[in-house]
């Protein structure tokens, strides 16, 4: 329950710093955040799908990571220097034309508790060549108290990785 009440405060935080009016509570908490410079090298990861499949023919996508926050804490259980890890799992792009940034349609996303996760159900209801798509983002968020105890600044730190293949379907 302390975690949902965690992301509570965030999404409360952030929807009240934009429109300004902030609970007093929550007045002067200093936010900061540091970012991955690239969608990749970050995590390291293997991704367990066949080359080719088959039209209609459902398959599982097994993902296996790690990640250079692995030995700072592990995924939703410290509340103080709360981790997240967000799989966004898009729809596969057709290959052959140019690719558009329409194209780029997010199918879904879940927050995972460890780092293997497997995708369920992947199927393609037509033959070609396609590029599967997905996206982990992992984050910490470090909560800092002053020495009277009252939290005064949060720091999220994230990484990326975008993990691409080429699979071919036929019939």
Excluded: W
Aim: negative net charge.
């Amino acid at each position: 329950m302390k975690k949902i009440g965690i992301f509570l405060i965030m999404i409360m935080f952030y929807s009240c710093e934009k429109k300004g009016n902030q609970p007093e509570e929550y007045k002067g908490i200093q936010l900061t955040e540091s970012l991955s410079e690239s969608l990749g090298g970050n995590i390291n990861y293997t991704l367990e799908l066949p080359d080719t499949l088959k039209v209609n023919q459902p398959y599982d996508a097994v993902f296996y990571f790690d990640s250079p926050f692995d030995t700072i804490v592990e995924p939703m259980v410290d509340t103080i220097n709360f981790r997240s890890i967000k799989f966004s799992y898009y729809k596969p792009i057709k290959l052959g034309n140019k690719i558009l940034k329409s194209d780029i349609v997010l199918k879904d996303s879940v927050y995972i508790p460890n780092r293997e996760f497997i995708l369920g159900n992947v199927k393609f209801e037509e033959k070609g060549r396609y590029l599967f798509l997905v996206l982990i983002e992992d984050q910490i968020m470090y909560n800092f108290y002053n020495n009277k105890g009252k939290r005064d600044s949060i720091h999220f730190d994230r990484i990326f990785e975008e993990i691409k293949k080429e699979v071919v379907v036929i019939e």
